[in-house]
């Protein structure tokens, strides 16, 4: 059984860090595409960040970049996003995804989703 287990979310102030990860288990993704989407209160989920299996490609949302990072292990089968100068617009239930996809960007072609890990930035 495939099983995504997100972790690291919390509660920060404003401009602070944190960083989260995805353990993927039940099989290997060292080919595929991992991702985090976030969904805020009474808003739809949205991309934040993508990694290609080899790590080479990376993709971000315009509102986050230069604030994360996004980075993965293959041999831990691990995904990590480091968050830095956190705002308050960032709270979120934050999810790792993960597959075999073409648009990096779109969350329906994603085959195995996290329970989520919620994030929230004080002001």
């Known amino acids: 059984q495939v099983q995504l287990v997100e972790s690291g979310g919390g509660l920060v102030q404003a401009g602070g860090s944190l960083r989260l990860s995805c353990v993927a288990s039940?099989?290997?993704?060292?080919?595929?595409?991992m991702a985090w989407f976030r969904q805020a209160p009474g808003k739809e989920r949205e991309f934040v960040a993508a990694?290609?299996?080899?790590?080479?490609?990376?993709y971000y949302t315009d509102s986050v970049k230069g604030r994360f990072t996004i980075s993965r292990d293959n041999a831990k089968n691990t995904v990590f996003l480091q968050m830095n100068s956190l705002k308050p617009e960032d709270t979120a239930v934050y999810y790792c995804?993960?597959?075999?996809?073409?648009?990096?960007?779109?969350?329906?072609?994603?085959?195995?989703w996290g329970q989520g890990t919620q994030v929230t930035v004080s002001s």
């Open positions: 995804a993960a597959g075999v996809i073409s648009h990096y960007y779109r969350q329906e072609e994603y085959d195995y």
């Open positions: 039940g099989r290997t993704f060292s080919t595929s595409y």
């Open positions: 990694i290609s299996g080899s790590g080479l490609s990376k």
